[in-house]
Every structure is written in C-alpha cells, then in structure tokens.
C-alpha cells in the first residue's frame, strides 16, 4: 500500500515536472512552450474579435449557434490552461518558493484574471440566475494577454535602462541589440493591424456587406488610423538614432523620403486628406491607397528587402532591357500605323493608339479587340510576336537570375558568419539565436540550417587539425569540446603547451619565481610541483649550455 | 505619487515632451475627425433602416393593390393598364404621391433629411452641385431591358405612376455616391 503511494507520488511529480516543461518552462529550447503561448494569445485574439462581432446583429443573429460553440470551445481551452498552470505552479519557480505554491499561483494577479475571465459562463450553466452582466468580464480575456506582454516589458526597460527616451521609441519600432521581445510583440501587433484594415478595405468594395456593416468599418479605419500614425510619429521621431540618420531636421527629411517611410504616411494620409478636405474636393478615390497599407508588411519580410537589393543592383541593366523594349514598342507602334491605318483608321487611328496594340502584342497579352487585317500588317505581327516572347522575358531574367544570386550571396555571408562564430569552438546561446532569426529571413528550414551547421563545423575542424600539423600552432586556441573528440591534436595542443612554459621559465628570474611558488597560499601543490619540474629542467639545459 | 512620475518622466528632454505632445495632439485629432465621420455613418446607417421602410412599405401598399384592398394615399396609386383607362382615368404624378408619403399625414412625416436637416427628405438625384442632396431619398425608374441590365431613369416630379412600374430606391451618400437600399412594383 505504502509503496503504491509512493510510486503514484513519484509518477506525479514525474509528470507535473514533463507538462511544466513541456509547455511552461521558459528555459528550455525545444519544448512547445511559444507554441502554446501563441496558440493562447491567438485565442484571446480570436475571443476579441468573436466579442465585437456578437454585437453586429447581421453576423450575430443568423450564426447564434457558431458563437456559442465558439465560446464553449475557448472557454474549455481557457480552463484546461488554468487547470494546468494551477497543477504545475509547484514547479514554477515564481511560487516555488511560497509556503503553499497553488495557492500563490492562486491569488496572483493573472490567475485571477484568468479565473475571472472563465467564471461567468459556469456559473451561468450551474446557477439560475440572470448572468449576463457576467459576460462582460470576458473582456478580461484580453488582460490575459498581459501574461506575453508583462515579462518583455520588464526585459526592455532593463535592457535599456539608462538609455535616452528617444533611443527607447527606437529600440521599440526598430530591430536593434537591446530591442528584445516587446520589439517582436509591437511588429507582430503592426503586421495584425495591417491585414486587419486590408481586409476590412477589400470587404468595404462588397456592397451586400458594406451596407450592413459601414459603420464597423469605419470605427476600424480610424483605429488602424490612430495606430498607423502614431508608428509613423514615434518613426520619424527616433529617426535620429541611426546614424544614416543623425541630424535633427535633414535627417529627419531623409528618412522621410525613404520609401518604407513614404509608404507609412500614404497608409495614414488618405483619412486626413478625405475628412478635411470632402467639402472642396471628391476625394473618394485616396480610400483606394488605403490598400498601400499592404507595403507596410514589406518593412518585415526579408523577401521583398531581397528584392529591393537586387532591382537596385541590377538597375542599369534592367534600365538597358527597359530601353530595348521601349524602342521596339516604338518602332512597332509606327510600323503598325503605316501598314493598318489606311485598312483601319477607326483602330490604327494614331500612332498612340497603336502602341496599346504593339504593346498588348509584344506582351503576348493578344486581347483581340485591335489585329491587323492586312497582309504586311499580319507579316509584321508575326515576327514581333516572336521577338516579344525573348524581349519581354528578359528583364523576368534578369530579376530571377539575380535573386537567385542575391540569395546565395546572402547564405554565403552566413556560412561566413557561422565561421566566425565557430572560431571559438562553442556557438553561444546569443549566437544561436542569431542564427536562427538570420535562418529565418533567408527562409531556411531546420534541416538546412543543421546541414549548413554541420558543414561549417567540419570546416572549421578541418582547418584546426591544418593548424595543429604546422609549427607555428601555439597561436591556435582550440576549445575542450574539439579536443576531447581528437585526442591526435590534444596532444599537440599539450606539448605546445609545454613548450610555451619552458619558454616563460627560460625568459623569467628563477629564484623570484621560486619565491613566489614557495609560499603554499600563492599556488596548489600541483602547480608547484609542475614549478618545480620546470625548474630542474631549466637548471639542467643552463648547465648543459 | 511625485516619485512615480519622477521614475516614468525622468531623465525626459524638452524635445521628448515635445513629441509627446504631437502624439497626443495627433490621437484627439484622429479621434475627433474619426467621431464626425462615425456620427455620418450612423446616420447614414439610420437612413438606410428608413429605406427599408419605405421599400417594405411600398410592397404592402402593393399586396393591398393585388388583393383589391382599399389604400392610402390615394395619390400614390398606379393607373391601371386597361381597366382604368378605359374608365378615362387620370394617371397620379410622382410628385403628388411623394408628397402625400411625407408631408404632415403621411406615413413617412417624421423622416427627415438625417446628413442635411435643413434640406429636403428625397430628391431627384444625387447631385454633387446641390450639397443638399447628400442624405437624401432618389427614387429612380427601372426600365426593365430583356436584353441586359435595366436601365436607370430620374423620378421627375411629374413621372406618371403606372402599374408594373419598377422603382429602385436609393440614398445619397456623403460622397454623392448612391447606396442602393431595394427595388419595389407598384
């Protein structure tokens, strides 16, 4: 009996230990701690968005069955996250140490904005009375995600601490060394925000749904508005923090023209323009640049910088294909009015009016609605149609062919950078991170990454045993990991060791270092009977000399 | 209570308030703009619920024609297609019925011009000459077309009212730009 209680005490501190650490324990690499994480936060973020819509009584009302199976599947999401943090708060080193760990998981703050936020619904099913009051404290769902947000506020301010105001807001918009996970959580929040008024912007052009929900809409408008200009303010003015950008005014101007910060304010400037100025003017067709909010996202995805790089570098020879084609639309156009306007002036009317032909043929777009009817006309097509096939595709060339340049230049410079990082021997923890955010932009999957990793590592064990077989290998410092696997170069590590040591006596005063290593305070007994060793074969190769 | 806004404000430069002050400036000033325009269009939405009055409105008065029912206001009855010409019976004009709709024994007497409370309940069209407009009722003719989309005509004031007449209901937005709210036959 007793041994029973015993082993089901230990199997259940065995498994409080592997749930803490498999989705709790923040320490550890590869568990599914940020998985669950998300996977929560999207749910508050769902449960948001489910809220708001409850109150649209054209969504609400037609789904009320969806909605609620919506909220009893969250809430039962929500309780077995409660359920589980209250099992593992033992294990959790935040109450660990309290007298009676549940307990001050308990009553700390989050957990009883997570209880608050779950209770209304249980009490609703196990009590008769009229609750729905109670429902409104799901809002504090949304608390919930102060749990993320919390702890990478704590770890910006401490990473910045000391630092000017100005170079915090910088630190926040901007990917910088101190800039953390509140620099992630403001990215992410932007990226969210983005899709968000994209999507309401395409919904708005559908009639059916504009009708009902124009009011929606436009209080969605004005929030991604307030939170647009605001990133645009807080940008411009930590501008100054890069150096690109230091002086006050001018750089503040040049950062302003570049194109991520024009992009921002065509995002923002249409609601300003539309409402101030709807009186004069019909400013109707701005909502449609409200679309360019669609750029923004370009400032977070490695791709599109790629692209940027690339266009920039290729520009003279993408300007050389530009000229050939602009010449050869050109010669098209007036070779097309020559030949059909005689046969068809309603069509081939002028020479403008032929370019939309040449370059609707050349593009092989080919809509129909214009074609030459006439013998030489058709001849004509025939052989720009050809050379618009091999024209056209060449600029398509150039920009996949340098891309793919652009990408091998940049797994190059990683592989360079893992080198050095190698040089030590050990990948460091921030190296590692550095890694995987540099393997992420170049979108390299994990088996790659490792396979990239290994072929360093090789390179770089190649290149420590080149050094140990040369003579001048005491300039080498190589790590214990390394040696412990290539007892061959330990030993050669070992003798230039010793080597060096007979070199330090050689040069040093032997009775100053025999005073020093005979008093037992300044070294161990090993060292002085090293000292001593090194000292008898100093004397004798004196005395030999 | 000193402290703590000595450790949020500390070590803040004039310029730092500055852009503070520009944000918050920039928050009302969005909040503001954004309110007048929320405020349109929840009026805007209130017209729309008007319409879908009217038009639901204008289907029973229909039924009621169907079924031979007595209805008012007289004026908005279509002339017959044969029955009633025959009789030598006059035709109502568009102006009278929409007057009787919403003048002060009308049906719809208490609707008003919600955008422009100074300006007139309908009008003939959206017009971006005539600022008055926006808010506004159009009532437009459906000439119905076998061989495509119907098309679209004015409700001049002196329209005659026939039966089988397809009439298509609108509201004038804020732009001047007409947002369909139903269709009805009388």
Known sequence: M?????????????????????????????????????????????????????????????????????????????????VLRFYVAPEDSAFNSAKNPRFAFFKSPF?????????????????????????????????????????????????????????????????????????????????????????????????SINYHLHSEFMILDILAVAIFSTEYLMRMYSCTENPKYQAW????????????????????????????????????????????????????????????????????????????MILLVMLAACLGYLFEHEA??????????????????????????????????????????????????????????????????EREKMMNELYHMLEDGVISAEEQELIEAEAKRLHLSKSELERLLEKAKVQMGVDHAAATSTANVGSQELDLKFLSTHPAVAAEQLKITISKLQQIMSVSSADELANYFGDPNNATPLQSALFQILLQNAEKQKGGS | MKKNTQGIFGGMKFSDFVFLGVLIANLMLVGYLGLDDYQRATKLSQIQDNGEEIVSWFEDFSQKLESKEEVTPAACVPLGKEADVT????????????????????????????????????????????????????????????????????????????????????????????????????
């Open chain 1, 111 to 207: 957990a009883l904005i997570d209880l608050i936020s779950i209770l209304p619904f249980y009490l609703g099913a196990f009590f008769d009375a009229d609750l729905r009051v109670l429902r409104a404290l799901r809002l504090l769902r949304l608390f919930k995600l102060f749990r993320a947000l919390t702890p990478a506020v704590k770890d910006f301010r401490e990473q910045n601490r000391g630092k000017s105001f100005r170079y915090k807001i910088y630190a926040l918009v901007n990917e910088t060394p101190t800039s953390g996970q509140l620099h992630q959580i403001f990215d992410f929040f932007i990226v969210v925000w983005v899709i968000i008024s994209v999507l309401a912007v395409i919904l708005e052009s559908v009639h």
């Open chain 2, 87 to 186: 009789k030598g019976a006059k035709a109502n004009a568009w102006k009278s019925c929409a007057e009787s709709l919403f003048a002060g024994n009308g049906p719809f007497k208490a609707y008003t011009n919600l955008l422009m409370p100074k300006d007139p309940v309908y009008a003939q069209k959206c017009d971006k000459q005539n600022l008055g407009s926006s808010g506004a009722f159009i009532f437009e003719k459906l000439i119905i077309n076998p061989a495509g989309p119907p098309g679209v005509a004015p409700m001049g004031a002196g329209e005659l009212i026939v039966e089988d007449m397809n009439i298509r209901l609108s509201v004038c937005d804020t732009g001047y730009y007409l947002i369909k709210i139903g269709e009805f036959k009388l």
């Open chain 1, 344 to 409: 068809q002036p309603d069509k081939f009317e002028n020479i403008p009016q032929s370019i939309y032909w040449a370059v609707v043929t050349l593009a092989s777009v080919g809509y129909g609605d214009i074609s030459p009817i006439t013998p030489a006309g058709r001849a004509m097509t025939i052989v720009l149609a050809l050379l618009g096939i091999g024209i056209f595709a060449i600029p398509a060339a150039i920009l996949s062919s340098a891309l793919s340049d652009q990408l091998r230049i």
């Open chain 1, 249 to 324: 005014l001018s750089g503040r101007l040049r950062n302003a023209a570049s194109p991520t910060s024009l992009i921002d304010l065509f995002a923002v400037l249409p609601f300003y323009l539309e409402t101030l100025l709807h009186h004069l003017f019909d400013l109707r067709f701005l909502r449609v640049f409200r679309l360019m909010r669609l750029l923004k996202l370009a400032r977070y995805s490695g791709a599109t910088q790629s692209l940027f790089i690339v266009i920039k570098r290729e520009w003279p020879v993408m300007k050389a294909s530009a000229f050939i």
């Open chain 1, 2 to 82: 007793n041994l029973n209680t015993i082993s089901i005490a230990s199997l259940n501190l065995r498994l409080r230990k592997r749930l803490y650490d498999l989705f709790f324990n923040t320490h550890l690499k590869n568990n599914f701690h940020h998985q669950f994480e998300h996977f929560i936060t999207y749910m508050i973020v769902l449960n948001m968005a489910g809220l708001v819509l409850e109150h649209i009584p054209i969504i609400y009302e037609s789904r009320e069955h969806l909605f609620h199976l919506f909220d009893v599947i969250s809430l039962g999401i929500f309780t077995v996250e409660y």
